[in-house]
């Protein structure tokens, strides 16, 4: 299995970051795609194949850590990449929420 579960929605509490210009100051680190829980069950494939994916938008997925469990918010695209290339680990933004 690629990630730890496949989620369908956000268990956490909202946290006020809702754009790329919010999650700047987040630091970047490598995490794990099989300690992540989706919150999409479901991806377009044109985001996938799509060759400026990230151009818009930021750089690194978007985590939530909440009670100890690691949800990926925002870049379902760039975890499949890494798993489609056989990669364990992605660079994401990892914001605690408690």
Same mark, same amino acid.
């Given at each position: 299995?690629?990630?730890? =579960? ?8 909202d946290?006020? #970051? /809702?754009?790329?210009?919010?999650? &700047?100051d987040?630091p ?6 099989d ?12 985001h996938?194949? =799509?060759?400026?994916?990230?151009f ?5 997925? #978007? /985590?939530?850590?909440y009670?100890? &469990?690691?949800?990926?918010e ?7 990449r890494?798993?489609?290339q ?13």
């Open positions: 299995m690629i990630f730890k =579960a496949v989620g369908d929605g956000r268990p956490y509490p946290h006020g #970051h /809702v754009s790329a210009k919010d999650w &700047v987040v970047p680190r490598q995490v794990r795609l300690e992540l829980v989706t919150t999409k069950r479901t991806l377009d494939l044109d996938l194949l =799509a060759q400026d994916s990230t818009f938008g930021d750089l690194f997925a #978007h /985590v939530v850590e009670e100890g &469990v690691l949800y990926l925002d870049g379902l695209h760039r975890a499949v890494a798993a489609l056989q990669r364990p680990v992605l660079h994401a933004r990892v914001l605690t929420v408690r």
